[in-house]
């Protein structure tokens, strides 16, 4: 994702933590040539809001989508009655990582995980993968502009 792209969806990312309920909980995990989990789940949403701020673009290529998923959805582990949700913000297809998306997908529906892929840019060949994710999880694809 470029640097202007990626600001673009960091700010909006970070309105959407700015208007999360109280009692919502929230962690960032990004993702580029390998997926990292930036923050643990807190209801403050500092920590989100400082690691959405300081997001850059990975100097190495790839883009770990599917690793990303299987990571945000095991640190739901000890999150327990409550909905579990990952909003997903990517521009492009997976070509790094280590999971296959049939892997990412099993693991989101075992934990019951719904995925609400945002595609930024990116073919009907990008998107597909992002459809999947939302269909079989029970969430829904949006593609921004």
């Known amino acids: 994702m470029s640097g202007g792209?990626?600001?673009?969806a960091a700010a909006?990312?970070?309105?959407?933590?700015?208007a999360k309920a109280g009692s919502d909980r929230v962690s960032v995990v990004v993702f580029g040539s390998?997926?990292?989990?930036?923050?643990?789940?807190?209801s403050s949403t500092t920590d989100a809001d400082n690691a959405l701020r300081?997001?850059?673009?990975d100097p190495k290529e790839g883009?770990?989508?599917?690793?990303?998923?299987?990571?945000?959805?095991?640190?739901?582990?000890s999150q327990e009655d409550r909905a579990r949700v990952v909003v997903l913000l990517t521009d492009g297809q997976d070509v790094s990582s280590n999971a296959s998306l049939a892997e990412a997908l099993a693991a989101a529906r075992k934990a019951g995980v719904v995925v609400y892929p945002i595609a930024i840019g990116g073919s009907d060949a990008t998107t597909a993968p992002l459809r999947r994710m939302a269909n079989e999880t029970g969430g829904a694809f949006k593609a921004a502009a």
Request: aromatic residues 8%; hydrophobic residues 55%; without cysteine.
């Open 12 to 18: 909006a990312a970070r309105r959407f933590v700015a």
């Open 54 to 57: 300081t997001l850059s673009v």
């Open 63 to 77: 883009t770990a989508l599917n690793d990303a998923l299987v990571l945000a959805v095991r640190s739901f582990g």
């Open 34 to 42: 390998r997926a990292v989990q930036l923050t643990r789940f807190s």
């Open 5 to 8: 792209k990626l600001g673009e």
